[in-house]
């Protein structure tokens, strides 16, 4: 998977930090640890499911996305996670490895990911982290930039 990840990135003209991490890192503290960063830096990519199709949201490690400004933003009437399978079966990945880039589907970045110079995110499993430039990630994948999470607590 992670040589998908790199094979996509290329196609995209993304120079990427690719870090291959000791083992799996479930949460964004987990990670920011691994890779010496803030939390803030730890970009999560989840699927939704707005209206019954897939979308891809980039958001904070440290903060929560309300599914009522997510709704807003993709102005649909129903909007939840994606199970395991409708991620596997939407992005080609799994949940714990979903990349920004090189699935096909809608993104939404969260603003806020916008004031780091790079960020970092997962690159195809649970054992891979890429660094990039949120604002070149944004441009690639003609993201969507609103504001979709919770102030941090």
Do not use: Q
Request: aromatic share 4%.
């Amino acid at each position: 998977m992670r040589a998908k990840v790199i094979d996509n990135a290329r196609e995209l003209g993304l120079d990427l930090n690719v870090r291959k991490l000791p083992g799996a890192t479930a949460r964004p503290a987990d990670a920011a640890a691994v890779v010496g960063c803030g939390e803030s830096r730890i970009a999560t990519c989840a699927v939704y499911v707005a209206d019954g199709d897939p979308v891809v949201c980039i958001s904070s490690g440290d903060c929560a996305v309300d599914a009522d400004l997510l709704a807003d933003v993709l102005d649909v009437a129903e909007l939840r996670r994606a199970s395991p399978a409708e991620v596997r079966a939407a992005t080609g990945f799994p949940v714990d490895g979903v990349p920004p880039f090189g699935h096909g589907l809608p993104v939404i970045v969260d603003e806020p990911l916008l004031a780091h110079a790079s960020v970092w995110t997962a690159g195809g499993d649970g054992y891979t982290v890429v660094e990039i430039e949120p604002r070149r990630l944004v441009t690639c994948t003609e993201a969507t930039v609103a504001v979709v999470t919770a102030v941090p607590a």
